[in-house]
């Protein structure tokens, strides 16, 4: 039972336009949101997160939106540089079971 | 100055073996885990160690056994190889919500 889940596997933007990355959830016990990002051969780096008691983050380039009622976060990135190429992990937070679950991942790519 | 560190990067071992995976944080830390990436990419929790006690198994069959000498380190041990063991392990450790996660050992089994 898949608790995360990003349905977009690969995604392709133009260099300066702007990224959105989705994710959908369906645990309501999620308290916290987080974005990781990841290069080959590398283990996933942190990224944003989001409390859900909040609907948006912000910093620099990136921005995590959370809308609760529909279960959905998206990660936007403005403006796209060729270095975000790499994919994106969305996980959600357990409350209390201080563990992470995390969606299969989008794969970014930023043409130039 | 690596945060969370993992040795060997690539293994590669023919089933039946018994191999292990060690991981280091020095970022202080009391809780650190194991994750499984497999071949269709999903990061899934293995372990979870906080101050050298276990605090989760996601229900791995028991040929992998991790120890925790110290709240620093958390190593993993695998025996009797099984082709579907090939992935890529990632050790990570806790601060608050947020994961911080090592480089991964690419496990393959022939």
């Known amino acids: 039972d898949q608790q995360v889940k990003q349905n977009s596997p690969s995604l392709s933007v133009q260099e300066g336009r702007i990224s959105i990355l989705n994710c959908d959830y369906t645990?309501?016990?999620?308290?916290?949101f987080l974005w990781y990002k990841k290069y080959p051969a590398e283990g996933p780096t942190f990224l944003i997160s989001?409390?859900?008691?909040?609907d948006k983050n912000e910093d620099g380039r990136f921005t995590v939106f959370l809308n609760k009622s529909a279960k959905h976060l998206s990660l936007h990135i403005v403006p796209s540089q060729p270095g975000d190429s790499a994919v994106y992990f969305c996980?959600?937070?357990?409350?209390?079971?201080?563990?992470?679950?995390f969606g299969q991942g989008t794969r970014l790519t930023i043409n130039p | 100055d690596t945060a969370v560190s993992q040795t060997p990067k690539y293994l590669v071992t023919q089933m039946g073996n018994d191999k292990s995976i060690k991981c280091e944080q020095n970022?202080?830390?009391?809780?650190m885990y194991w994750y499984k990436q497999d071949s269709k990419k999903f990061l899934k929790i293995m372990f979870s160690?906080?101050?050298?006690?276990?605090?989760i198994n996601e229900t791995v069959p028991n040929r992998f056994s991790p120890k925790s000498p110290d709240k620093a380190h958390l190593n993993l041990h695998i025996n009797s190889l099984e082709l579907g063991d090939s992935a890529v392990y990632f050790c990570?450790?806790?601060?608050?919500?947020?994961?911080?996660f090592g480089p991964g050992t690419r496990l393959t089994v022939t």
């Open positions: 970022l202080g830390h009391d809780t």
């Open positions: 645990n309501s016990m999620f308290d916290y």
């Open positions: 996980a959600a937070h357990f409350q209390g079971a201080q563990k992470l679950v």
């Open positions: 990570a450790s806790r601060a608050g919500p947020q994961q911080y």
């Open positions: 160690y906080n101050n050298k006690e276990l605090i």
């Open positions: 989001i409390s859900s008691i909040k």
